[in-house]
């Protein structure tokens, strides 16, 4: 099982990671931040309060798990964002 918590949001080529991810392991659970989140769209509108530079690219992580063989079982709301089970 792989466990992806607080680090997604960070990563700025979330392909690669996703690449590398599907076929080391059976499950992962993979934290994304919402793009549609209230937090996400007031980041987006005011950049000044995205300090941290998060990134929200959920129809990125949705192609790119596609396209490595990911299948999503479960997507839940976590927080600001989203916790996916492929």
């Not at 659970?29 to 937090?39: E, G, I, K, S």
């Not at 990911?70 to 927080?79: A, P, Q, S, V, W």
Request: hydrophobic share 35%.
């Amino acid at each position: 099982m792989t466990l992806a918590m607080g680090v997604t949001p960070y990563l700025t080529d979330i392909k690669a990671f996703i690449a590398n991810s599907p076929p080391r392991t059976r499950t992962m659970l993979c934290q994304f931040t919402d793009p549609h989140d209230w937090a996400s769209r007031v980041r987006r509108t005011f950049p000044v309060l995205n300090v941290r530079s998060l990134q929200c690219r959920q129809d990125e992580v949705d192609e790119a798990f596609r396209n490595n063989g990911g299948i999503l079982h479960d997507r839940r709301r976590f927080t600001s964002g989203l916790i996916d089970e492929f």
